[in-house]
């Protein structure tokens, strides 16, 4: 798992609330990413970072904003959870070594919106 | 939106059987990329293929590129109850590194 984590790894929420999701990698990773993967729509892409404060918006970014204060940690936020928003997130990075190409993922959090 | 299609969206065979999924992209590649998710895990990296390759091959898997057709397909011989799992393309194309991904192929192997 290139030593990621995901906290927490079960949610349940009400329509309305801020959520917040932590991914924390150990090895210093530059580039790292949240995903949500939903039934029939396979992975997409929500944001992504390539360094400290430094994001980017992926393809379905709306609803959800990300920080990156130090290397290790990933956090993607929800404002006000929308029932819409129930899915699978993972977290994943790039590895320097395999030449940014290959993603390492992290073991998923499930989030129910009430 | 997807880059990369799957085809079949679900396959069962039988253990020792093997199993061919395909992928099919829009637009030029760098490389396609394929994943394997168990059941309640995150998305583990099988193999990469860059565009300028036709055939690669890693232990069971076999993967080919048909560049003119867009296309690619994964083999897995001999396949094990073990080789039960979701099965995903992704491709990377132009400046980006980021991999776009398909929405997947289910496969079961039964015992």
């Known amino acids: 798992d290139a030593g990621i984590t995901q906290s927490p790894r079960h949610k349940v929420t009400e329509t309305g609330t801020p959520v917040t999701l932590r991914c924390h990698q150990t090895?210093?990773?530059?580039?790292m990413y949240w995903y949500r993967q939903d039934p029939g729509h396979g992975l997409r892409l929500i944001h992504y970072?390539?360094?400290?404060?430094?994001?980017d918006k992926g393809e379905v970014s709306d609803g959800y904003s990300v920080s990156r204060s130090k290397t290790e940690d990933f956090l993607l936020t929800l404002e006000s959870a929308t029932s819409s928003q129930t899915s699978v997130y993972f977290c994943?990075?790039?590895?320097?070594?395999?030449?940014?190409?290959?993603?390492?993922f992290g073991p998923g959090t499930r989030l129910t919106v009430l | 939106s997807q880059q990369g299609e799957e085809d079949p969206q679900a396959l069962s065979i039988q253990e020792g059987e093997n199993a061919t999924m395909n992928c099919s992209y829009k637009t030029s590649i760098n490389n396609l990329q394929w994943y394997r998710q168990n059941s309640g895990r995150g998305l583990v990296h099988l193999i990469l293929i860059r565009s300028n390759e036709r055939e690669k091959h890693s232990g069971r898997l076999r993967v080919t590129l048909d560049t003119s057709k867009k296309s690619s397909s994964l083999l897995i011989t001999a396949s094990r109850a073990a080789d039960t799992a979701s099965y995903f393309c992704a491709t990377v194309s132009g400046g980006s590194y980021i991999p776009t991904f398909g929405r997947g192929t289910s496969l079961i192997v039964h015992p």
């Open positions: 994943a990075i790039t590895s320097d070594l395999a030449g940014y190409n290959e993603q390492f």
């Open positions: 090895e210093n990773h530059r580039y």
């Open positions: 970072s390539y360094g400290v404060k430094d994001t």
